[in-house]
């Protein structure tokens, strides 16, 4: 009986213990780049991937503005990047903005279209370790051909971005 109860207390011991060790927060950012081609600030069906392009991924502390983790990395032949962040960022704030297109007629970098902010921390009720940000966008410098009748088709007819 002592035997028994022993190794029942180092049983018990051994399973508090683990749930003592914290594993390292390890998320995992995902998102796709794509190429504004009609101007437009959203992914539409003459939209296009960038492979290739390279996104960065910051987190700043909220009070004092300080980075406290960086990270980049690049897309695949669907325009997909994904980015490893370690550690949990509950008192950051995170964002993943594009760097580099590798595309000479897709480059332009419009400020508000290429941010997404993104929660790097267990405790937001979120139990999955991948975390979605909204499409980035590089811009065309020049709607394409085809843009005018997908806005008229879109009812966005009040869009004066688009020149013949």
Do not use: W
Request: charged share 25%; with cysteine.
């Amino acid at each position: 009986m002592a035997k028994a109860i022993v190794l029942l207390s180092a049983l018990c011991f051994l399973a508090i213990a683990n749930f003592a060790v914290a594993e390292p927060e390890v998320f995992d950012v995902e998102g796709r780049v794509f190429c504004d081609t009609c101007r437009l600030g959203f992914a539409t069906s003459l939209s296009e991937v960038i492979q290739g392009a390279t996104v960065g991924l910051t987190c700043r502390d909220i009070e004092t503005h300080n980075e406290t983790y960086s990270t980049e990395g690049k897309t695949d032949m669907i325009g997909k990047y994904t980015l490893t962040v370690e550690g949990d960022h509950e008192n950051d704030i995170c964002e993943v903005t594009v760097v580099n297109s590798p595309r000479e007629d897709c480059k332009e970098i419009v400020s508000e279209l290429v941010k997404g902010r993104v929660v790097c921390s267990k405790n937001v009720g979120m139990h999955n370790a991948v975390r979605f940000t909204n499409p980035l966008f590089f811009q065309k410098d020049k709607p394409v051909p085809g843009c005018k009748e997908l806005v008229e088709e879109m009812e966005l007819v009040d869009l004066l971005l688009l020149d013949d």
